[in-house]
């Protein structure tokens, strides 16, 4: 595998090189940051090159380490919690009776901890042992969603390397190598913010934000086209919808802007242009100088807040008829 093939984390993988060939790797890594953003490849890229016995700014990927690690069969790579369920007392056992044997074939071993955040108490207090004395031919590398979830103590006994959002430019020059369609490119990149996983699921038909989308590009419509007995009508779909509320709230701030854009000759801007005649038609209805789209990004902060999400679900809608009438 080479760098280039994670997108984005440009400073990331200059400083993992940087640490290769100045002699300065560190025991223990945390990688951190969401689902989606190449922490896993990125991992497996930097122990290829940690064992590749020629390596440069990019593993050589001809060598006997480069090929078994290649196709994980290194015997010095580990990887643990493969299946990203659970990680118990006695996977860090195993973990232990082999980091302090010597490696195999290679001047080091490599662990690589999926979702580290799901040790088990026990589990990371085990762990926790090994980083306080770690062999010197070690590197670990613990994957996470969010450092905050392991032990303190385990943070600061780690190097910790926080993924970033990709950028949208970065996105769609990945994506253009899958698709030629360059709308579907852009609306993917729009609605997988920064993150390049969720941008080749969405254009592959595999995320269901486009569904959703078109579910709440009908609540529009019928929020323009009905009285005001519909918002009591929506309620049981917004009832079903609480845990992705965030994401319903970021589509309809999305859709008022493009309504915006349409209306003020600017299409150039819209995110859902395979839409633009529904965007056309509900611009026809709306007020242009309303506070909407402030409105509705406070509705996320209200329901954070713990104001009742259906006080605030019922008001959000009333606004938008208001608007859109
Ligand atoms: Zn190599």
């Known amino acids: 595998m080479f760098y280039s093939q994670v997108a984005g984390q440009e400073e990331i993988k200059a400083s993992l090189i940087k640490s290769i060939n100045s002699n300065l790797v560190s025991h223990c890594y945390i990688f951190e940051g969401p689902k989606g953003m190449g922490k896993f490849n990125l991992a497996l890229i930097f122990a290829q090159s940690l064992l590749c016995l020629n390596f440069h700014e990019e593993p050589c990927n001809l060598c006997n380490s480069c090929i078994k690690a290649n ?15 659970s990680i118990k007392r006695e996977d860090i056992d195993d973990l232990i009776n082999s980091i302090y044997k010597k490696p195999y074939e290679s001047k080091r071993k490599i662990y690589i901890i999926k979702d580290a955040h799901l040790m088990t108490v026990q589990a990371a207090n085990t762990f926790l042992k090994t980083l306080e004395e770690p062999p010197a031919d070690t590197v670990m590398i613990l994957l996470t969603i ?6 303190p103590t385990i943070v600061s006994r780690c190097q910790e390397v926080k993924f970033r959002n990709i950028s949208k430019e970065t996105i769609i ?14 609306l993917a990149a729009n609605y997988s913010n920064g993150n390049l996983n969720k941008a080749i699921n969405i254009i592959n038909g595999n995320d269901d934000i486009l569904r959703k989308r078109d579910e709440i590009i009908k609540i529009f419509d019928k929020i323009i086209n009905s009285d005001s007995d519909i918002i009591y009508e929506l309620e049981n779909y917004f ?15 999305m859709w008022i802007r493009d309504v915006m854009f349409v209306n003020s000759n600017m299409e150039g801007f ?13 611009g026809k209805s709306i007020k242009m100088d309303s506070d909407i789209i402030e409105y509705i990004q406070n509705v996320s902060d209200n329901i954070k807040s713990n104001v009742s999400y259906r ?15």
């Open 311 to 325: 006080l605030a679900v019922d008001n959000m809608l009333l606004k938008i008829q208001e608007v859109f009438k």
């Open 270 to 282: 819209v995110i859902n242009k395979d839409c633009i005649r529904l965007l056309r038609a509900h």
């Open 146 to 151: 969010n450092s905050n979830l392991l032990l």
């Open 71 to 85: 196709t994980l069969n290194h015997p010095d790579l580990h990887i643990i919690n493969e299946d990203e369920k």
């Open 239 to 253: 009832d079903e919808q609480k845990d992705y509320i965030d994401t319903i709230i970021e589509i309809m701030i």
């Open 173 to 186: 020059s990945h994506l253009k190598e899958l698709n030629s369609d360059i709308d579907a490119i852009e």
